[in-house]
């Protein structure tokens, strides 16, 4: 292809080093940004620019924010005594659209993965263990049920309960509305053995 | 969900206004942004802000370019004789990546869509005309085989025709690879009645 303009090409560069943005989808948004009115690429470029330089992550739980702690954290209604640990910024967010958690967080910044390379000194766990030298109950250990989450939960549970803190596993099952033939054996298994009497 | 961060929800609401994001991606994406070095996304926002203060239109083919003039219109060497009309840029530059074309480009910005409301007017098809008012042997109708660029070509037929220059349109088959029991049966008609002797 012959060259065609500088700060196009640079634009379609910067787009596909987004994840899951490929260089055609990333052609197809420069075309879109060059065509917007300015008002409405300058307004993308700065809440990028306001984003990358203004949002935080809080002292105590890692999650972003714009002050130095994070709303969940500053709120005096919720229970400073239960610790529910996720992988990242994403899995505290759903939990907190089901609202039904009251308790506080703990944003870990991944999983132990030794093929990426991520070992516990990657994650946010000597925070974790800072906090729980703090009067907490209860650690709740909901990172992913992939074998990652599940390492890293495993790691955290042998870390945590020498130190007489109650640690708890998220259930793994069935997903509500999901029909059981459809679903793998592995999950099958979980629900088989997590069974409760009703 | 309560509230996270001003930026960051800036941020996911500018980036899913963007073609083919959605909340969810846009969510990905902005949680990729904040979390990569500074630089890096100055530079993303950097490439926004130039792109689109930048990036003009070729005054002769409509075609993105830094300059008044698009390199292809500059290029001593191409044949200035022969026009190739596509509905976009995107169009153009796949014809420039067969590199076998050595001809000058028009780009529309769209095609004919009663239903989109865009008529003749909203296209680039006056300039077109005024340049088949100098020296051109050959206009060639590259716009989609879709019903939108299908009309658009009738069209142009119908005006440039009485002009006395030749006006081809692109040829339409079964697609190099293509297997015959899975292509649609106007394609199929289409290769049909294309038939060339061998």
Known sequence: MNFISKDFEKLVEELSSLPGVGIKSAGRLAFHIINEPIEKSEALANAIK?????????????????????????????????????????????????????GLYHVLGGAISPLLGIGPNELKIKELLKRLTQDVE???????????GE?????????IKPLNIKVS??????????????????TLFRAYEGRVEI
Chains 1, 2 share one sequence.
């Open 169 to 186: 596993r998220i259930a793994s099952g069935v997903p509500v509305g999901g029909d059981i033939e459809n679903i793998d054996e592995v």
């Open 138 to 148: 209860e650690v709740i250990l909901a990172t992913n049920s992939s074998i990652e």
């Open 50 to 102: 306001n984003a990358a330089k203004n949002v935080k992550h809080c002292k105590i739980c890692n999650m972003i924010t714009d002050d130095e702690v994070c709303s969940i954290c500053k709120n005096e209604i919720r229970n400073k005594k239960i610790i529910m640990v996720v992988e990242n910024d994403r899995d505290l967010i759903a939990y907190e659209k089901v609202g039904k958690y009251k």
């Open 151 to 159: 390492a890293t939960a495993t790691y955290l549970a042998k870390i």
